[in-house]
C-alpha cells in the first residue's frame, strides 16, 4: 500500500514541522525515533552516505531528506485544494499525457507506478471493474479520472482556459516522427514551430517495442528513439503541447486558425502529420472488449501479459515484430493470418523459427471474440478458409495489427483527400490549400516507416521555407 516512514527525533525541529505538514494534510504515517532504534540509525546513515540528517523520509520506497514543505507537496501531490495521485507506468503514452499537463499547470501529483509498485494493481482494478486501465487519477479520495483528455482534467481542477495570441510561423499538428523533424528543420532555419499532439509526442513509433530499421540504430525502442527525438526539437526552440485534439482549420486572411477542443492557435503555416490509427477488425465482440482483453498496441499494454498466453491477429510487420516481442516476456503467442502467407518483410519471417513460444495459423478468418462470465476476453473463434472448419483459441489477451486508418477526417472539408482519407499533396508536400503542407502515415503515398516519417518531415520543412519567403 501506498506508505510513508519518517525517520526523525521528538527534539528535532525540521521532524516537528514535517510530521505538522503531514498531519495538516491528513496524510498518514509511520514515525520511527532514531534515538530509540539503533537499526533505525544505521538505515538513516546509510541512506545519507554515512551522515545521520532527520527528517529522513521514505514515500514507497523513495527518501527525501529533510525535505521542505514544498518538496513534500511535490512528492505527495498535494495542492492548496486537493491532492493528487496518479497511478500509472512510464510505458503509458496517455500517463505521459496526464503527466505533461499537470506539470505545465504546475500542478503537484503523486505518481504511482504500478509496474514498482504491486499493491497498486488491486487497487485500479477495484476501480475499474476488474480492468487494467491506466492512468487513473485520484483527486482528494473522492474523485476518480480514468483516462482523462487534457480538458476534462482542465475542468476537474478547475484550471482557467488560456488564450493563445501567439503567431507561430509555422503550426504542425502531429508529434510523431514526421511532425518532430518537421520542426527540427524549421527551427533550425529560425521559423519559430508549435507543435500540438492529442496524445503523446512520438505517434505509433512511440508505442513500438523495437525498432531495427532505423538508420544508426542497430536496434532501439520505439519510446527511446521518439525521446531523443523530442529532446532536440526543445534543444532547437519548439513549442509542444500534448492533449490538443484538433478540432478544425479556418483561415483569416494570411493567418491560419486552428481550433482544438479548448483554444485556438494562430499560424502563419500549417503542417499535417496527424499520422494513422489501428484498423479494427468488426467482429462480434470486438468493441465489447477492447480494453478488455483486445488492444491493438503491444507496448502500451503488453506489459499486462507477462507469463501469460496471447493472440496476435494480423500477417504485416507491425504483426511479425510486435509477436516477436511480446514473445519475449509472454509464456505463448498464438498469431492468425487471414493469408496462406505472411505480407511482412523475410527478417521479420525467418526470425519467427528461431521463436520457440509462437504457434502460427495460417488462412484462418477471425469470426468472433469470446468473453467469460467477468465481460473479459477469454477466447477468439476463428474459421479455416478452405475446410471451413471451426475452432475456440483461448487465451488472456490479444493484439490486432492489421492496417492503419489516416487521421484525417477533422480536415476533409479543408483539403483534398483521396477516396480512402489520405491527404493529397504535390512537390515539397503541399496540400490543395496553399500554406498546407502534409507528411507521414496521413499523406497519399506514405510509407508507413520511422524513417521515411523523418524524411516526409525533412521534405515539409521546405515546403514551409519556400511559402514563408
Known amino acids: 500500500m501506498n506508505t510513508i516512514v519518517l525517520y526523525g527525533a521528538d527534539w528535532c525541529p525540521d521532524c516537528r514541522r514535517a510530521k505538522a505538514f503531514l498531519k495538516e494534510n491528513n496524510i498518514k504515517y509511520e514515525f520511527i525515533d532514531v534515538d530509540l532504534d539503533q537499526e533505525a540509525t544505521k538505515k538513516v546513515e546509510s541512506i545519507n552516505n554515512g551522515k545521520r540528517i532527520i527528517p529522513t523520509i521514505i514515500i514507497n520506497g523513495k527518501s527525501h531528506t529533510n525535505p521542505d514543505n514544498y518538496s513534500l507537496a511535490a512528492a505527495l501531490g498535494i495542492n492548496e485544494d486537493y491532492r493528487i495521485i496518479l497511478y500509472g507506468a512510464d510505458w503509458c503514452p496517455d500517463c505521459r499525457k496526464s503527466k505533461s499537463f499537470l506539470n505545465d499547470n504546475n500542478i503537484n501529483y503523486q505518481f504511482i507506478d504500478i509496474d514498482q509498485h504491486e499493491w497498486s494493481i488491486p487497487i485500479i482494478t477495484k476501480i475499474n471493474n476488474g480492468k487494467r486501465k491506466v492512468p487513473t487519477i485520484v483527486i482528494n479520495d473522492d474523485m476518480i479520472l480514468v483516462e482523462p483528455e487534457n480538458e476534462e482534467l482542465r475542468q476537474a481542477l478547475n484550471l482557467e482556459e488560456v488564450k493563445e495570441e501567439k503567431v507561430f510561423d509555422t503550426i504542425i499538428i502531429g508529434g510523431g516522427a514526421a511532425g518532430l523533424t518537421t520542426s527540427i528543420y524549421a527551427q533550425r532555419d529560425r521559423f519559430d514551430t508549435l507543435i500540438l499532439e492529442k496524445k503523446t509526442i512520438g505517434g505509433n513509433a512511440f508505442l513500438t517495442g523495437k525498432i531495427e530499421n532505423y538508420p544508426g540504430f542497430t536496434s532501439i525502442s520505439g519510446p527511446n528513439l521518439m525521446d531523443k527525438m523530442e529532446e532536440q526539437a526543445r534543444t532547437y526552440g519548439a513549442t509542444i503541447k500534448t492533449g490538443e485534439d484538433v478540432v478544425s482549420i479556418e483561415k ?218
Not at 477533422?410 to 483534398?416: E, G, L, M, V, Y
Not at 493529397?424 to 516519417?453: H, M
Open 252 to 469: 483569416d486572411r494570411d493567418l491560419f486558425i486552428i481550433k482544438t477542443a479548448t483554444k485556438d492557435y494562430l499560424g502563419k503555416s500549417v503542417v499535417l502529420s496527424t499520422g494513422s490509427t489501428y484498423r479494427q477488425l468488426g467482429i462480434p465482440g470486438e468493441s465489447e472488449l477492447v480494453g478488455s482483453g483486445v488492444h491493438f498496441c503491444a507496448t502500451c499494454d503488453g506489459a499486462f501479459y507477462r507469463d501469460k498466453d496471447i493472440i496476435v491477429i494480423g500477417g504485416g510487420n507491425s504483426a511479425l515484430e510486435e509477436g516477436i516481442f511480446l514473445a519475449s516476456f509472454c509464456n505463448s503467442v498464438k498469431i492468425i493470418h487471414i493469408k496462406s502467407e505472411f505480407s511482412a518483410s523475410e527478417t521479420y519471417v525467418e526470425k519467427l523459427d528461431s521463436v520457440k513460444n509462437i504457434t502460427t495459423y495460417m488462412n484462418k478468418t477471425s469470426l468472433e471474440f469470446i468473453a467469460n462470465e467477468d465481460g473479459l476476453f477469454k477466447a477468439l473463434k476463428i474459421e479455416d478458409n478452405e475446410t471451413k472448419e471451426q475452432e475456440l483459441l483461448t487465451a488472456d489477451g490479444v493484439f490486432i495489427f492489421i492496417g492503419l486508418i489516416p487521421n484525417t477526417k477533422s480536415f476533409a472539408n479543408f483539403i483534398d483527400l483521396n477516396e480512402r482519407g489520405f491527404i493529397k499533396t504535390t512537390g515539397l508536400a503541399q496540400t490543395s490549400e496553399e500554406g498546407i503542407f502534409a507528411a507521414g502515415d496521413c499523406r497519399e503515398g506514405a510509407i508507413a516507416q520511422v524513417a521515411a516519417a523523418t524524411g516526409e518531415g525533412v521534405l515539409a520543412s521546405y515546403g514551409i521555407k519556400d511559402y514563408l519567403k
